[in-house]
């Protein structure tokens, strides 16, 4: 089984900065994307950021410029540094990966837990 674990979310004033991390762990053999979406309440999930196994990256239009994905393949862990955060960012973030586990041949996508970020003065 495969787990996705994040951290770093929390209360932070507007033009403020946060960093996110999520870990993945199990039987992996490749992840190929790895994504952070988010969910505000009364709203659909939306993506913020995603990012391939090569570092192609790709933002929704209302963080670009403000918020940066990354990731370490030798961790399997991806990172998602949020700057000149608004209040319209608040939202339960989660991060998403595609995974190959070991001994298949499919892939398959993991949520993580969600964490809460809150943008407020």
């Known amino acids: 089984q495969v787990q996705l674990v994040e951290s770093g979310g929390g209360l932070v004033q507007p033009g403020g900065s946060l960093r996110l991390s999520c870990a993945a762990s199990?039987?992996?053999?490749?992840?190929?994307?790895m994504a952070w979406y988010r969910q505000a309440p009364g709203k659909e999930r939306e993506l913020v950021a995603s990012i391939s196994s090569g570092g192609r990256t790709n933002y929704a239009d209302s963080v670009k410029g403000r918020f940066t994905i990354s990731r370490d393949n030798a961790v399997n862990t991806v990172y998602l540094q949020m700057n000149g955060l608004k209040p319209e960012d608040t939202a339960v973030y989660y991060c998403?990966?595609?995974?190959?586990?070991?001994?298949?041949?499919?892939?398959?996508?993991?949520w993580g837990q969600g964490t809460q970020v809150t943008v407020s003065s």
């Open positions: 199990g039987s992996i053999l490749r992840i190929n994307p």
């Open positions: 998403n990966a595609d995974v190959l586990q070991y001994g298949s041949s499919r892939w398959s996508d993991y």
